[in-house]
């Protein structure tokens, strides 16, 4: 059985809160876009095996969100069998698109499907939630608010395809922690989902990535990647999640050549497809 886990981007990205559990309180706008990875499993009498193929992973194997997904499930559905998982990689990894989430929770939809365990969309939210705060969001897959860690999602109507999409990732590794130890908490926000119910041309000057201003301290490379998206023509770009991947929203088709000589990958989404 094969499944395409897709990537996310966030549109806007708020730190309301300090959580008492460590954690913090977000608010943002999950939006899933059409750029895949590809996973593979299929019943093993060879025991388990997971092989890998495409970017390159780094990590111990039980790191892998693919590996714990079935772990667990297999603790309380011991009948699943032994597997073999191939795992494609074409999101970048540490990029802020949630590939790794994504490979997660779909492998546990898949694990769902294939062997017939009749567990509920909202119990493997809960299933994914244990894998991480934003790996909920792969499940039902769909445009929406999110709050608390990640999880407590608003179902929105919002349809970015008529619109063309520039992703650059520079290949930069962003710290996690540093983006939260230099964060600012914000005060009386307006919720990320009534901003994106405005025109798109309202976004610049109110969707808000909080993590941009610590971010771009460290790696200004970043920032000169956005202002270049927006001298091109952009009318909304942002960073999504903590960095490091960049991206503009067009109102057509994406321009061309706009950073020459760089070793950037960049990827385009046009009419709804993405192109490498």
Known sequence: MVVFPNAKINLGLRVVAKRSDGYHDLDTVFYPIP????????????GFEFTFSGKEIKGELTANLCFKAYQLLKNDFPTIPQI???????IPMGAGLGGGSSDGAFMLKLLNEKFQLGISDHSLEQYALQLGSDCPFFISNKAC??????????????????KSFLLINPGLHVSTAAAFSNINIANNVTPCTSIVKQPINT???????????SVFEIHPLLKEIKEKLYAAGAIYASMTGTGSSIYGIFEESVPENIFPGNSFEIIKIINGK???
């Open 35 to 46: 750029f895949y990875d590809i996973l593979e499993v299929i019943q093993s009498n060879d």
């Open 84 to 90: 073999k998982i191939h795992l494609h990689k074409n």
């Open 145 to 162: 608010g999110a709050k608390g860690r990640g999880e407590v999602f608003e179902s929105i109507e919002l349809d970015l395809t008529n």
């Open 203 to 213: 976004w610049k000057e109110t969707l808000i990535n909080d993590f941009e201003q």
């Open 274 to 276: 993405a192109i490498i």
